[in-house]
Every structure is written in structure tokens, then in C-alpha cells.
T-cell receptor, first 113, second 114 residues
Framework: GENVEQHPSTLSVQEGDSAVIKCTYS??????FPWYKQELGKRPQLIID?????GEKKDQRIAVTLNKTAKHFSLHITETQPEDSAVYFC????????????FGGGTRLMVKP | EPEVTQTPSHQVTQMGQEVILRCVPI?????FYWYRQILGQKVEFLVS????????KSEIFDDQFSVERPDGSNFTLKIRSTKLEDSAMYFC????????????FGSGTRLTVV
């Protein structure tokens, strides 16, 4: 089955700096890659996603890049703010009938004011 | 904005007891899911449900687990005989179609097995 690795597990940045979180996946047939933000005790919330036919997608301060050949995708957050502090999860959707998502291990992002 | 609703928000149960976690997916969604998250760990897929049957299940979803859509609106997860290691946050989710997009998670049920 699909396996998603995520790095780093923790990331501390100064407010205003950029943050980059990287994920690799194993199943070359995976075709959908969402990123979720989870605040303490809350549900995962989708912040951005990308499909396998696209190399990059941007939404204001966040962007995601996908390299299908290398089977990795990354989340980029620019001009970080304290409210960006949370755990971020990447995920991949294998190409199967179940429409399941396989999640990475998560990155705890801390933005210091 | 439509939401996936889960009840209860927190359930404490004795080991060996049966629990039923309830979810009301978004009304025009067709796919339903259960995921769990052990404290401090990643979100793990349990089961997906489409057209009144299980589409896929993970190896976590063993014979102790079952899902049901009893009345066209609720989607339930039953754990027959709970174990300590079943303690986790359980998230229900739904999507309108089977292309991965539009995953909406509920607010979760924190299950504590004592």
C-alpha cells in the first residue's frame, strides 16, 4: 500500500520567515495530495491540495509543489505568522476504489513572534 | 458552510464494552469514512463506505469494528469489545465524489477506554 513520509517532525521559525515541509510517497499511481492543518484538539482542516497533473499551486501565502518523478511534494508557507503555528499533515490518495487518504506523520510548526 | 457532525464529542468506556460513534455526513456527499488518531500521532484510515457497503478497509479495521448507515443520514462506527489501545480520536469524513477532493472531517469523538 501507499506509504507517506514527512519531514521535519518539528519546525521552528521566526515570524516573517518561510517554512517548508516535505513529503515523499511510495505509490506512483497516487493522484491527489492534500495538506491539512490541525490545531490542538481540533479536526484536520484542508489548506491546499494538488492533483498529479499539476506541478505547483499557490493560494496567498501557501503553495504546494509536486515532483511526480521523484514522488515528493512540499508545502511552502511564506511570511509566517504566529497563527500558522499548528501541526501540518500531508496526505496522498492512492488510485484505488476506496478513496482513502494515507497521511504523513505530521510536522509541528512553531512560529515565534 | 455544511459540516460533518459527530456525537458524542467525548466517550469514556470500560474495556470490553461496546461503543457506537455517530456521524452525520454532509447531505449530498456519497462517500463516508472513519479515521482515527492516537494522541500525538498521525491520522490513520479505518474504512470507507460507498453505496451502502464498505469500499475499503485498513488492517486496523478488524472484526471488532463495523460500520452502518442505518437511516440514510447517520453513519456509525461500532467497536464491539473495546481495548485500551482503541483509545484515540475518531474522525468521520465525507466527500461528494471519489476523487479525493472535498474531504470534510467532523470535529471528532475522543474515545477513552479505561
Amino acid at each position: 500500500g501507499e506509504n507517506v513520509e514527512q519531514h521535519p517532525s518539528t519546525l521552528s521559525v521566526q515570524e516573517g520567515d518561510s517554512a517548508v515541509i516535505k513529503c515523499t510517497y511510495s505509490d506512483s499511481a497516487s493522484n491527489y495530495f492534500p495538506w491539512y492543518k490541525q490545531e490542538l484538539g481540533k479536526r484536520p482542516q484542508l489548506i491546499i491540495d494538488i492533483r498529479s497533473n499539476v506541478g505547483e499551486k499557490k493560494d496567498q501565502r501557501i503553495a504546494v509543489t509536486l515532483n511526480k518523478t521523484a514522488k515528493h511534494f512540499s508545502l511552502h508557507i511564506t511570511e509566517t505568522q504566529p497563527e500558522d503555528s499548528a501541526v501540518y499533515f500531508c496526505a496522498a490518495r492512492p488510485n484505488n476504489a476506496g478513496n482513502m487518504l494515507t497521511f504523513g506523520g505530521g510536522t509541528r510548526l512553531m512560529v515565534k513572534p | 458552510e455544511p459540516e460533518v457532525t459527530q456525537t458524542p464529542s467525548h466517550q469514556v468506556t470500560q474495556m470490553g464494552q461496546e461503543v457506537i460513534l455517530r456521524c452525520v455526513p454532509i447531505s449530498n456527499h456519497l462517500y463516508f469514512y472513519w479515521y482515527r488518531q492516537i494522541l500525538g500521532q498521525k491520522v490513520e484510515f479505518l474504512v470507507s463506505f460507498y453505496n451502502n457497503e464498505i469500499s475499503e478497509k485498513s488492517e486496523i479495521f478488524d472484526d471488532q469494528f463495523s460500520v452502518e448507515r442505518p437511516d440514510g443520514s447517520n453513519f456509525t462506527l461500532k467497536i464491539r469489545s473495546t481495548k485500551l489501545e482503541d483509545s484515540a480520536m475518531y474522525f468521520c469524513a465525507s466527500t461528494p465524489v471519489g476523487q479525493g477532493a472535498g474531504y470534510t472531517f467532523g470535529s471528532g469523538t475522543r474515545l477513552t477506554v479505561v
